[in-house]
């Protein structure tokens, strides 16, 4: 299983929004909804972000948002905080348990 | 709260084995399947193995299948990741993911810190 694409680095200023891609296939992205983006500190537990293509669990701002289009998904953050910056990881659902990531997006806030 | 606390990582040879553990606490742990994920050096994460609520289903990324077992122990809340014929390739932080669901098709939701496996000679 090949991991999933994403933009190897994103940058914003504090206050505006960034959006970070995820390719896949028909295979995982594209074949089920349940692709989840997690929030990566180094040296820290990685934190989700959102699941199931676009909900948020109980805790996290509505300033994430996740949405899918084909075999692309994406994660938008409007209001860019600085401790937004972080490394940024979809993944996706293929089937029989399994799952696959994406390479990770390194965000920083200008 | 839920925590996930992951050890038993280490440097070893080549060919060697390791086992890797996962304390759990704040939940309902035989309700719920758990993951292992690891993450190699300057690299992304990547998904090695699940063991449904019960145990009873197991699944594996072929990068590892063959070498690696997953098992749990309900009683003790624990988890664990056998690791058999380690190679280069095999070094990595070693995190548990706890899934959304009993047999590891609802996505993770709470990670560990993770544990350091080094395989070199």
Sequence with gaps: QSALTQPASVSGSPGQSITISCTGTSSDVGGYNYVSWYQHHPGKAPKLMIYD???RPSGVSNRF???KSGNTA???????QAEDEADYYCSSYTGSSTWVFGGGTKLTVL | QVQ???SGGGVVQ???????????????FKS???HWVRQAPGKGLEWVAVISYDGSNKYYADSVKGRFTISRDNSKNTLYLQM??????DTAVYYCAKDRGPYGN??????GQGTQVTVSS
Excluded: H, M, Q
């Design chain 1, 74 to 80: 994406s994660l938008t953050i409007s209001g860019l």
């Design chain 2, 106 to 111: 609802s996505g993770f939701d709470y990670w």
């Design chain 2, 4 to 6: 996930l606390v992951e």
């Design chain 1, 53 to 55: 293509v676009s909900k």
């Design chain 2, 14 to 28: 080549p060919g060697t084995s390791l086992r890797l553990s996962c304390a759990a606490s704040g939940f309902t």
């Design chain 2, 32 to 34: 719920y399947a758990i």
């Design chain 2, 84 to 89: 058999n014929s380690l190679r280069a390739e």
């Design chain 1, 65 to 67: 948002s996740g949405s």
